[in-house]
């Protein structure tokens, strides 16, 4: 078919499918960043999870359960404030990611995502832009949480091994939201997104040592939690911040943040470029 048979609509796909320069895909993320930070100043309350998340359940477990596990811990609710804010930390990256696939569902169902895919634009871009954005907002809750965190009694002794806390759960937080920008792609609304979600990270979020040791629970269970990510995230972190090992959670949160970033990223990107 030549380009004078082309309709509007088939010109601007055309167009839009164009192999663009990295330069070009730098800077339409950076535009796109700035849209999303707009957007989030004309709806505040876009932001109420980032301040609320950490707030109540810092409270929630450092004062309904604190003393209970903090005496097995060999101590009280002090030593579960130390126990219990680095593994709230790994969280961060997980709630944020949940946030961005039901947000790109939304920004489907409205027709924006309809309008990006239709301009001469590279299609990772807007992934990309949507994931700095929620970035912003994991750092935000992370400072929220640590603020939170020093007034019920949590002691930073160690400012290098909390910024690394910090840049591990990024990094998994990140590749996580490849995987709900996926569902965001793929699922028919935003209450399904949420649904999936809350199936699959209910249990990795409980069945973990985020909120409690594991010695306690059933041998099958402490080998899944041997390999869960966001126990070895929230073991790493409590290793950096207040002290213990270190290695083995390390690597296997880089192994999971490198596997889930080569696997769904690309599927993430080729779902959003042939969504009919």
Do not use: C
């Not at 990611?97 to 895919?117: H, I, K, P, Y």
């Not at 759960?169 to 649904?195: D, I, N, P, R, Y």
């Amino acid at each position: 078919m030549s380009a004078a048979t082309l309709t509007p609509a088939a010109v601007a796909s055309k167009a839009a499918d164009a192999p663009i320069p990295l330069r070009a895909h730098l800077r339409h993320t950076g535009a796109l960043i700035r849209r999303n930070l707009l957007w989030i100043r004309q709806d505040p309350e876009s932001m109420f999870d980032a301040i609320l998340f950490p707030v109540i359940f810092t409270l929630l477990f450092v004062y309904v359960f604190g003393g209970s596990i903090g005496q097995s811990l060999g101590g009280g609710q002090e030593r579960y404030v130390q126990y219990v804010v680095p593994g709230l930390m790994a969280m961060m990256g997980m709630n944020m990611a949940q946030g961005v696939g039901t947000g790109f569902n939304q920004d489907f169902n409205s027709g924006v995502m309809d309008r990006f895919r239709s301009l001469p634009i590279g299609r990772g871009s807007v992934l990309f832009a949507k994931i700095a954005v929620e970035l912003m907002r994991m750092l935000f809750a992370t400072v929220i949480l640590m603020i939170v965190g020093v007034l019920v009694g949590f002691d930073i002794t160690n400012w290098p091994g909390m910024l690394a806390s910090v840049g591990l759960s990024a990094l998994f937080g990140s590749a996580l939201m490849w995987v709900f920008l996926t569902l965001g792609v793929v699922m028919k609304s935003a209450q399904s997104v949420q649904a999936m979600g809350f199936l699959v990270l209910m249990p990795l979020q409980f069945g973990s040592s985020i909120f409690a040791p594991t010695r306690s629970m059933p041998g099958w269970l402490q080998n899944f939690t041997d390999y869960n990510p966001l126990s070895a995230l929230a073991d790493t972190a409590r290793g950096l911040m207040v002290g213990g090992p270190v290695a083995h959670g390390l690597w296997v949160t880089l192994i999971w943040s490198a596997g889930l970033t080569a696997v769904m990223a690309p599927v993430a990107i080729h779902k959003f470029r042939t969504k009919s």
